[in-house]
């Protein structure tokens, strides 16, 4: 049974990305176990303003686990101690009274801090844009029933995509490897026909971005699959590789 | 007085759109690479004209407030998205889509654009394949459907739980080509903030930067606004903390009429609020409602039983179960349309056989559909929904039925805009869930999916060109002009008046009052004297608002309670309008459900004779009531009838 509880947060204050962060102690009480973590960020905030301070600044918008804005390294964990689940979805009954709470932005050489929790993840879009599409204009298109899909390459394809974006498998690596969502749209595209015809070239376009965006090499730790809220697979990785190998060879 | 001039083309229903398209003016390449048009959002309908109008040779400048363009309130859509296909040879047909279209909205939506957006439903799948979209399939490789609200086929795509993460991936995909080629020019977290004039046409925007706090100006040949809803207005809704109705209210403060405002959709399937610190509802997809069976305890005191923990629903027998909406409406059952499934369960709470320590919760149960397809049919049907759940609630949805209540979801009404989707402002449009046109007074559920990719894919791209046409010798305009200047002052002097204010209480603690007064008066059921009661409760809270709230930080700095105190003082105004719009329309429709006129049934009673129009508001300046002018809804094809899905 939920119950409220007395919590201490430790939490990130940092002015921009050049300045110098910190730490703050905060004392929270009556947090109820049934709200979620931002609710209870909400709460600290609210008492922030109260007493005329600036409240803590932090990325989110669903709060249901599908827009990928919301963040947040929770104990030395991207989005806390829950598994497959945000920040937003995370809840206070994952934690008992008295616990102190650790909160930090994500730390990767990818995503530098606007604001205290706030990062720029504008290197994924980056990405995307180099080459995480199929090359179709508006219009023009033969019926969708025209080039049937084995099922069980719609379902692989749909286990790929399911990936938000909210880069928890960079800030996870001790590397700071963005392949896992790298490798998730890549094979999203390549298992499908209609993106099949581009596989090659949008591999290599996207590792070539990712690596220019300064993310790190995949030593195959694992720690992006264990902490991605989405559990997407390693196996994508795999298939990245593959492909990216096959386009290489190509050349 | 002013006439409302919709612009709907001659002939008859079905070749309206197709005589449109033949007759109206285009842009040749050459002059398209001369505009610019700005695009103010990156949803389903934002993403999708984005890219469209780029692929076609416009200047795009883009706008989202999020980090990302992926990041838009389309991406929680979660059951599917319609489309006349008839794959599953059930007998569906564009007909047939627009027909229940526009008696799920209770015959308040113009039939031309409810019949163009069923006939382009079928390209907007067919597009979505082409871009790599994973729709569900059957084993024989063939795209999946199932059903949903207020329809008797089976034309709803989906894919899992998250269709609308998949249609918004496809579109931002579409979207970072275009980025990638140096086509459109996105701004990430910038938030419009006014729109710029220049002899009366929309000719640019004022937006302001989220990480600098610094107001910018962009200018353009047109504008597009593709920004949402505004059911936040309810502080709690299932829409994202971000969403927000000011870009639309700007637009509306600077001449574009405001359509039928009370039309907002509640949504019967939602986790019930657990308790004051509840920052948002979450929606359990309409799809559920294809397998769950919604019912409360017939016996009150096995209700009062469950609401002290003593009973468990499982102990509940059959027989003394009250499967309410099959009992009420045999021919549709749990399938009927959400304004109808949330007032019947509010209609059980009210009569004191609500479950869950409060009360206001009915179950969703899906132990027959286990019982008949088996736990991993199920799992493979809704996994993902049924973990959500579990994680909110605590709760195992496979032992255990969902407990759901009715929550604000969806707002039918919004800006006026013409068949080419302009709004009375010249070279300003409004696409998808911001403006008014398609749903009448209720959506029906994977309708706005539809709507959204629709209009920015397959309508705006063909309509604003003929506007546009009109503006190839008019060169681009200079961000100095005196009406930029203008508008930059009057917001950077609302945010100096705001951050002067210094008062005591936070702009959430006076949002979540706003919400309760719009629950509270404006919600599931309306009346006169509750309406006029609110009426007179908003104006005191404006009043608190402007007098007390307490922003700290600056205001040319990153400052999250500056961003949501602006928000909320359109929201107050907002409300405003819903209240007065609510009151002149005195029958119930759809969404807008008025006490003093419902059937001895207890449904929702039209009055054609008296209501057969849109509301379109029109703002004539702070502190002044505004005035309302009527668009005829004069029906050529379809008869009105009253609502029927009992038989």
């Known amino acids: ?251 | 007085m002013t006439q409302i001039n919709s612009k709907i083309p001659e002939g008859p229903l079905a070749e309206k759109w197709k005589n449109y398209k033949d007759h109206q003016k285009l842009v040749n390449p050459a002059n398209k690479r001369r505009l610019d048009i700005i695009v103010v959002g990156t949803g389903l309908a934002g993403a999708s004209a984005a890219a469209s109008l780029s692929e076609m040779g416009f200047n795009v400048l883009n706008f989202c407030i999020q980090d990302s363009p992926r990041r838009a309130h389309s991406i929680a859509a979660q059951g599917g998205i319609n489309a006349a296909k008839n794959y599953q040879n059930d007998g569906d047909s564009v007909y047939r889509l627009f027909y229940d279209t526009i008696k799920g909205g209770d015959y308040r939506a113009r039939e031309a654009n409810v019949y163009r957006l069923a006939e382009v439903s079928n390209s907007i799948i067919d597009q979505c394949v082409a871009q790599g979209v994973p729709f569900a399939r059957e084993y024989g490789g063939l795209l999946d459907n199932r059903s949903f609200g207020g329809a008797q086929v089976s034309r709803t795509f989906y894919a899992r739980g998250q269709t609308g993460q998949q249609l918004l991936l496809g579109a931002y995909s579409a979207l970072s080509r275009q980025i990638g080629l140096g086509k459109v020019k996105l701004y990430k977290r910038h938030e419009m903030v006014d729109i710029v004039k220049i002899d009366g046409r929309a000719r640019g925007i004022i937006a302001r930067n989220l990480v600098t706090g610094k107001l910018e100006r962009f200018a353009a040949h047109a504008v597009v606004v593709a920004t949402g809803g505004y059911v936040n207005a309810f502080f709690l809704s299932t829409n994202a903390m971000g969403s927000n109705g000011s870009a639309a209210w700007q637009c509306y403060k600077k001449g574009a009429y405001f359509a039928n405002p009370c039309y907002v959709q509640i949504h019967p399937t939602c986790i019930p609020v657990h308790g004051e610190s509840q920052s948002k509802l979450t929606l359990m997809s309409e799809s559920l409602r294809n397998d769950g069976r919604i019912w409360v305890p017939k016996k009150k005191e096995d209700a009062e039983a469950i609401r002290a923990g003593q009973l468990k629903p499982t102990q509940i027998p059959e027989e003394d179960r009250d499967y309410y909406l099959e009992r009420r409406y045999p021919a549709f059952g749990n399938l009927v349309p959400r304004d109808v499934a949330s007032r019947a369960a509010k209609e059980r709470c009210d009569a004191g056989f609500g479950v869950g320590n409060t009360g206001l919760a009915v179950y969703l149960d899906f132990a027959d559909a286990i019982n008949r397809l088996g736990k991993k049919v199920v799992e493979q049907r809704y996994g993902n929904l049924f973990q959500m759940y579990e994680k909110i609630v605590d709760d195992n949805p496979y032992e255990t039925p969902m407990m759901i209540f009715p929550a604000l979801h969806y707002a039918m009404g919004g800006l006026w805009v013409d068949y080419e989707l302009m709004t009375s402002v010249p070279g300003l449009f409004a696409i998808g869930e911001a403006n008014f046109s398609d749903h009448g007074a209720n959506r029906l559920g994977a309708s706005a999916l539809m709507q959204g990719l629709a209009d920015g894919y397959f309508v705006l791209p063909y309509t604003i060109q003929n506007y546009l046409a009109d503006q190839i010798q008019v060169p681009r305009f200079s961000t100095n002009l005196p009406e930029f200047g203008e508008a930059e002052k009057n917001i950077q002097d609302r945010i100096n008046h705001l951050m002067n204010i210094r008062g005591k209480r936070s702009v959430d603690s006076i949002h979540k009052e706003l919400g309760h007064i719009m629950w509270e008066h404006i919600g599931m059921a309306r009346n006169a004297e509750g309406l006029k009661k609110a009426i007179e409760q908003l104006k005191a809270l404006k009043q608190e608002f402007w007098t007390n709230v307490r922003i700290p930080g600056q205001g040319d700095d990153l400052n999250i309670e500056l961003e949501k105190a602006l928000r909320l003082a359109d929201f107050i105004e907002i409300g405003e309008l819903m209240a007065h719009d609510s009151l002149d329309r005195a029958e119930s429709c759809g969404g807008h459900f008025r006490e003093e006129y419902q059937t001895p049934e207890g449904e929702a009673l039209r009055r054609d004779d008296h209501f057969p129009y849109v509301s379109c508001w029109e703002y004539q300046g702070d502190n002044q009531d505004p005035v309302m002018l009527k668009e005829p809804l004069d029906y050529e094809f379809v008869v009105r009838q009253q609502r029927n899905y009992k038989n």
């Open chain 1, 1 to 251: 049974m939920d119950k409220n509880i007395n919590i201490t947060l430790k939490v990130w204050r940092q002015k921009g990305p050049k300045e110098k962060g910190a730490f703050e102690t905060y004392k929270l009480n009556n947090v109820s176990q049934g709200s979620s973590f931002l609710e209870m960020l909400d709460v600290l905030n609210e008492q922030l303003v109260n007493e005329g301070k600036e409240p803590v600044a932090f990325d989110h918008d669903c709060r249901e686990g599908i827009c990928g804005m919301c963040s947040l390294y929770i104990n030395g964990h991207p989005h806390g101690p829950d598994s497959a689940v945000t920040t937003c979805q995370l809840h206070m009954r994952k934690f008992d009274d008295g616990a102190t709470i650790t909160v930090e932005p994500w730390r990767s050489a990818g995503f530098p801090v606007i604001r205290d929790l706030m990062v720029d993840r504008y290197a994924y879009d980056k990405i995307i844009q180099a080459g995480g599409f199929v090359s179709v204009n508006t219009g023009g298109i033969p019926d969708a029933n025209a080039i049937p899909i084995p099922k069980k390459d719609a379902d692989l394809a749909m286990d790929a995509a399911a990936c938000i974006g909210c880069g928890a498998c960079a800030a996870a690596c001790k590397n700071g490897s963005a392949m896992l969502f790298v490798s998730a749209k890549v094979s999203q595209l390549a298992l499908l026909p209609q993106g099949k015809i581009e596989a090659a070239r949008r591999a290599k376009a996207m590792v070539a971005k990712m690596d220019e965006l300064g993310f790190g090499n995949c030593t195959n730790t694992r720690s992006c699959e264990a902490e991605c809220p989405k559990e997407v697979s390693i196996s994508n990785i795999a298939r990245l590789n593959r492909e990216y190998i096959a386009a290489k060879l190509q050349d």
